[in-house]
């Protein structure tokens, strides 16, 4: 499993773990975005009326202690560190990222955020193994929820909520992410034997492999 609070000072003297913070502000962008011009906020308009509305409903400060710190910190330690990190033991590293990002998605009860935190989930499972660390996803975590509390708590961001700025935010966004998580798949050190193909289920489980 994951070293969730173990050797923090080896983790963070690799300093392109901080990339965490911006991918997880250009990832929420771009995932918020990507359901907003998909309008499935309009077709499934429960998750505005009540999901949503209950979401934004503290002050910015507090809505980001709680969103920010206490949400990232109890989500990650279940979903990735302990779910996918089991998870890893029994199956590859692609099936767990997987299948803890639907549970992860299930876990939100509803249509819209089950498809934002699926995907998401699988960018925080990404953090996770390439940095062998679930406090990469963590920050990960916390930057999006920061952000998109903090756009939605602030106002001033009607471009956005147009077609043209959907499409333009979402490729600007997109764009971004694609190359911090490419930087860090790149210049991470490779464990040869988890990003070889391999079948979904190995054919020997092993628990020490």
Known sequence: ??????????KFSDKSIYL???LGITAAVFLNQFIS??????IFKSY???VQS??????LFT?????GIITPLLEEAVFRWILFGRL?????TAAAAIFSSIIFGVYHGNFVQFIYATLFGLILCFVCWRYDTALASVMTHAAANVTVYTTASVGGLDFLSTREGEVISIMISGFISYFIIRFIYENRPKNRHEIKKLPIFPRKWDMHS
């Open 54 to 59: 209950q979401m934004f409903l503290y002050p």
């Open 37 to 42: 011009l998909l309008r499935l906020k309009e």
């Open 63 to 67: 809505g980001i202690v709680i969103y």
């Open 20 to 22: 965490s913070f911006p």
């Open 88 to 92: 890893k033991f029994y199956m590859t």
């Open 48 to 50: 505005s009326e009540n």
């Open 1 to 10: 499993m994951f070293n969730i609070f173990g050797k923090i000072e080896r």
